[in-house]
């Protein structure tokens, strides 16, 4: 098969497109026929060395594609699936366990599936798992526009949140279209100073912006970090619970985003598409930070 592996860290440029190994499912779990794979940071800090990773390596999780073996129940060959590979997943062919997968609706296309896994459910996970997320509280999204913040905009204005939004100028129209009540530009507001008694607070930027959405966030209220070290004494000392917090599989989960999405409540921006080939100028874009919604790899015809 046709796979993007890396054999040592470094730029974009370590991305080669070559022939790699057929992986093989082990029981309880299938063989996808990849037809698109998202793209998130977490493989490019890999790619870089800033995790670390067994190499040489086949990147990526976020998949969606056809089942070509299955060693497990509940899938059958032919059925069309979307979740977290276990092999990597720039690859023609990918292994998944059966409960980090669920079957793909049909109103939706293999590139709006490859785009749920990772970033819909770090949305959904740090939205309604950890901080709780009631309808009627306000919950403050910090980078709306990305991957993961245009998600949790609508899955918080969905469960009936007064959603806010922080990202560009540029991105004001796109975010406040997905749902979102207010929008507050970085660049020309400091949201320490403009906000306060927020429910829930949702960092998905990191550095100074976890220290700034503390001061927005009410006593009692929560503040959720998926991008930093989250400031726990000092939101201690305001009453407020901060926690930084990892994505967990859950094809429940998956699932249910999915039907949102067929139902037309919730939509995935994908920001550009490109073939299996060009994974490396996949990488360039993610890696500069400034994209609207998703990156997807396509990966041959389907």
Avoid: C
Avoid at 30 to 35: A, D, E, S, T
Avoid at 83 to 93: I, V
Avoid at 174 to 194: I, R, S
């Amino acid at each position: 098969m046709r796979a993007v592996l890396i054999h040592e860290t470094g730029g974009p440029e370590v991305l080669r497109l070559e022939e790699a190994a057929r992986p093989e499912p082990q029981d309880g779990q299938v063989l996808i026929r990849v037809h698109a794979v998202s793209v998130n940071p977490i493989e490019w800090k890999h790619r870089r060395g800033l995790i670390a990773k067994q190499l040489p390596a086949v990147l990526g999780s976020d998949v969606s594609g056809t089942v070509e073996v299955s060693r497990a129940d509940g899938f059958a060959v032919g059925e069309d699936v979307f979740g977290l590979a276990a092999s990597g997943g720039y690859a023609e062919l990918a292994t998944a366990a059966a409960d980090r997968i669920a079957s793909k609706p049909a109103g939706i296309s293999h590139e709006q599936a490859a785009a749920i896994p990772v970033a819909g459910l770090t949305a959904w996970q740090a939205l309604f798992d950890h901080a709780g997320l009631q309808p009627g509280q306000t919950a403050l999204i910090a980078g709306a526009a990305g991957g993961v913040g245009h998600f949790a905009v609508q899955f918080a204005k969905h469960a009936g949140a007064r959603v806010l939004g922080t990202g560009s100028s540029r991105n004001r129209d796109f975010v406040l279209g997905m749902g979102a009540d207010e929008y507050f530009d970085y660049t020309q507001q400091d949201v320490a100073e403009v906000l306060s008694d927020v429910d829930v607070a949702f960092d998905t930027v990191g550095g100074k912006t976890t220290e700034s959405l503390l001061s927005t966030v009410r006593s009692g209220g929560t503040l959720v970090t998926i991008a930093g070290a989250p400031p726990e004494q000092a939101a201690a000392q305001r009453g407020v619970r901060a926690e930084r917090f990892g994505m967990n599989p859950n094809s429940q989960q998956l699932a249910r985003i999915a039907d949102l999405m067929t139902a037309g409540e919730v939509q995935v921006e994908i920001a550009e598409t490109f073939p299996l080939a060009e994974a490396a100028h996949a990488h360039a874009l993610s890696e500069a930070g400034h994209t609207r919604g998703k990156l997807v790899l396509v990966v041959g015809p389907y």
